[in-house]
Each structure stands twice: as structure tokens, then as C-alpha cells.
């Protein structure tokens, strides 16, 4: 069971397919719905993870839940909405089914508040601002609940980029770059995350935190002075100022992937940008 069948939802839909899973959906978007139907997804509902209305129309116990919405917009109110008013109703619900084998959410790195170069494993502080909170929050509800899963996973992911997502590319493109060229930039594939999901399937029982990057964490300067050889274009400048819809510059910090190697054997297939960017400009 999928709720939120965005862009790394839809990937996993897709990836267990596949391997020949039965795949139930949730989604708040009826265009998404009509996509997911037609790919092969075998039961797409249309709702909100923080509503009610889907309770009645997903039965029966999953092997896995995937918790993996996005904010929707709206500011900070939007991701208490999401994130931790839907995480809350997600575990009434599966409370209502008995649980079951196992709960992966996908959260985010920007749960630390991290800056200066430092590197950055699970057992950093976190915190800081109202997000940062939020995202906390919907967290602590996942690995406490003991009632909804025997595996309670949380999956901090690092940047998101791949096929029709590669927002520094378009930024090279245009000759100003966002934020600080000095600052490391922390990248993680779609597809692997896909990997990542699958990898934590099948953990030990138990509540589990792991961060979700590549073994890159390379400068921005590096990576858009790249791209922009690579796309035969000047190097752009840098404006100091946050990336589009952000409210803050990204921090300077290198998120560690180690404890989800040394627990489940995921590797990156794209251990740098290089190589994910390669496979995009490959497509």
C-alpha cells in the first residue's frame, strides 16, 4: 500500500509491479489516479491521507505501507496537514486493521539543522525551525507506534533528483545558481530511493531511522561547473539567495549514508551526481 503516488510513490508502485506485487494506491490527485489505473496499479483510491474518506475504501492487511506524501503546498499549515496529521490518521487507520508487516515513511535531511561542512549521521541533533518540527513530529508518531507495524522505518532523504526532476540542471541553464557555490549539496537518485524502500522492507523488527543519500556531496560550484561543461554552456554565478519556493539557503553539511549500507547492503547505482546526471542526459 502506497499513500501519496507522487514522484518517488509512483516510482515504487511501478518497481513492484514489477516484481509482480499487488499494488494498492492512495492518492490526492485525480489525474494521478487515472495514470496509476493505467500503468497497471491494481486499486487506486482518490483522497487525502489527513481525511477519513479512504478508510472504508482500503481493506485487508498489506506486507508493506509506504507513507510518502508531499506537503501540497499551503506553508506550514500544509505540512502539519500532510505530514503529521497524516501520518496520525495513516495510524488510526492500520490500528482499525490490526497493523501491519511493515511502515516505511519518507521523511527528509532538512530534519537537521546542520551547517559548516560537518558531517551528518542518524545520531545528529535535529530540529530547528517549524518544519524541521513537523517533519519531527510525524516521525516520533511512526516509531512509536507499536500497535501499526512489527517494522518502523524512517527514511530521511536527501535531495531528490532524476528523470523530469533535475532542478540544478535547469538553473545552469539559466546562468544564476542558487545558494553558496562552497556548500556541499546532498543528492539522492530516484531510483535509488526505490532501492532504499525496498532494502527496508524486510529489516528487523524494531523502529528504525536512516538517512538516504549518494556517496557524492560534492560543492554546487563542482556540480554546476560540471553540467555546464557537460552541456556546453558558461559557468553560472551564484545568487546567495534560496532555490525556488525555499525559505532558507540549503545548509552546508554531508549527510552519511553508512547505516543504511551496513544494515541492508544498499548501494547507490548513482554514487555521485555525474552518474545521475549522465543517465538524465542519456533519457
Same mark, same amino acid.
Given at each position: 500500500?502506497?499513500? =501519496?503516488?507522487?514522484?518517488? &510513490?509512483?516510482?515504487?508502485?511501478?518497481?513492484?509491479?514489477?516484481?509482480?506485487?499487488?499494488?494498492?494506491?492512495?492518492?490526492?490527485?485525480a489525474e494521478k489516479a487515472g495514470s496509476l489505473r493505467a500503468e497497471g496499479v491494481h486499486e487506486?483510491?482518490? &483522497?487525502?491521507?489527513?481525511?477519513?474518506?479512504?478508510?472504508?475504501?482500503?481493506?485487508?492487511?498489506?506486507?508493506?505501507?509506504?507513507?510518502?506524501?508531499?506537503?501540497?503546498?499551503?506553508?506550514?499549515?500544509?505540512?502539519?496537514?500532510?505530514?503529521?496529521? =497524516?501520518?496520525?490518521?495513516?495510524?488510526?487507520?492500520?490500528?482499525?486493521?490490526?497493523?501491519?508487516?511493515?511502515?516505511?515513511?519518507?521523511?527528509? *535531511?532538512?530534519?537537521?539543522?546542520?551547517?559548516?561542512?560537518?558531517?551528518?549521521?542518524?545520531?545528529?541533533?535535529?530540529? %530547528?525551525?517549524?518544519?524541521?518540527?513537523?517533519?519531527?513530529?510525524?516521525?516520533?508518531?511512526?516509531?512509536?507506534?507499536?500497535?501499526?507495524?512489527?517494522?518502523?522505518?524512517?527514511?530521511?532523504?536527501?535531495?531528490?533528483?532524476?528523470?523530469?526532476?533535475?532542478?540544478?540542471?535547469?538553473?545552469?541553464? *539559466?546562468?544564476?545558481?542558487? =545558494?553558496?557555490?562552497?556548500?556541499?549539496?546532498? #543528492?539522492?537518485?530516484?531510483?535509488?530511493?526505490?532501492?532504499?524502500?525496498?532494502?527496508? +522492507?524486510?529489516?528487523?523488527? %524494531?523502529?528504525?531511522?536512516?538517512?538516504?543519500?549518494?556517496? %557524492?556531496?560534492? *560543492?554546487?560550484?563542482?556540480?554546476?561547473? +560540471?553540467?555546464?561543461?557537460? #552541456?556546453?554552456?558558461?559557468?553560472?554565478?551564484?545568487?546567495?539567495?534560496?532555490?525556488?519556493?525555499?525559505?532558507?539557503? *540549503?545548509?552546508?553539511?554531508?549527510?552519511?549514508?553508512?547505516?543504511?549500507?551496513?544494515?541492508?547492503?544498499?548501494?547507490?547505482?548513482?554514487?555521485?551526481?555525474?552518474?545521475?546526471?549522465?543517465?538524465?542526459?542519456?533519457?
Open positions: 500500500m502506497i499513500f =501519496g503516488c507522487g514522484y518517488i &510513490g509512483r516510482a515504487v508502485a511501478l518497481a513492484a509491479l514489477a516484481e509482480g506485487m499487488h499494488v494498492t494506491a492512495l492518492t490526492r490527485n487506486v483510491v482518490l &483522497g487525502d491521507l489527513a481525511s477519513t474518506n479512504w478508510h472504508a475504501q482500503i481493506a485487508g492487511r498489506a506486507d508493506y505501507v509506504l507513507n510518502c506524501v508531499s506537503s501540497g503546498g499551503g506553508g506550514i499549515e500544509g505540512y502539519r496537514h500532510s505530514y503529521q496529521n =497524516g501520518m496520525a490518521n495513516l495510524l488510526a487507520w492500520l490500528r482499525s486493521q490490526g497493523g501491519v508487516g511493515a511502515v516505511i515513511y519518507t521523511s527528509s *535531511t532538512s530534519v537537521f539543522p546542520q551547517d559548516g561542512g560537518v558531517h551528518v549521521d542518524e545520531n545528529a541533533p535535529t530540529g %530547528g525551525d517549524e518544519r524541521a518540527e513537523t517533519l519531527l513530529a510525524a516521525e516520533n508518531l511512526l516509531l512509536t507506534a507499536t500497535y501499526a507495524a512489527e517494522t518502523r522505518v524512517v527514511l530521511r532523504l536527501a535531495g531528490i533528483y532524476g528523470p523530469g526532476r533535475h532542478h540544478l540542471m535547469e538553473q545552469v541553464r *539559466t546562468g544564476a545558481a542558487a =545558494g553558496r557555490g562552497e556548500a556541499h549539496l546532498n #543528492l539522492v537518485y530516484r531510483d535509488d530511493i526505490v532501492a532504499a524502500v525496498r532494502a527496508v +522492507w524486510n529489516v528487523a523488527p %524494531g523502529a528504525h531511522v536512516f538517512n538516504v543519500a549518494d556517496d %557524492g556531496a560534492a *560543492t554546487k560550484a563542482a556540480m554546476v561547473a +560540471w553540467l555546464a561543461a557537460r #552541456l556546453g554552456l558558461p559557468t553560472p554565478t551564484f545568487t546567495g539567495a534560496p532555490a525556488g519556493g525555499r525559505r532558507t539557503v *540549503t545548509p552546508d553539511r554531508i549527510i552519511l549514508n553508512t547505516k543504511l549500507k551496513a544494515v541492508t547492503g544498499w548501494r547507490p547505482s548513482c554514487p555521485s551526481f555525474r552518474d545521475g546526471y549522465e543517465k538524465i542526459l542519456s533519457l
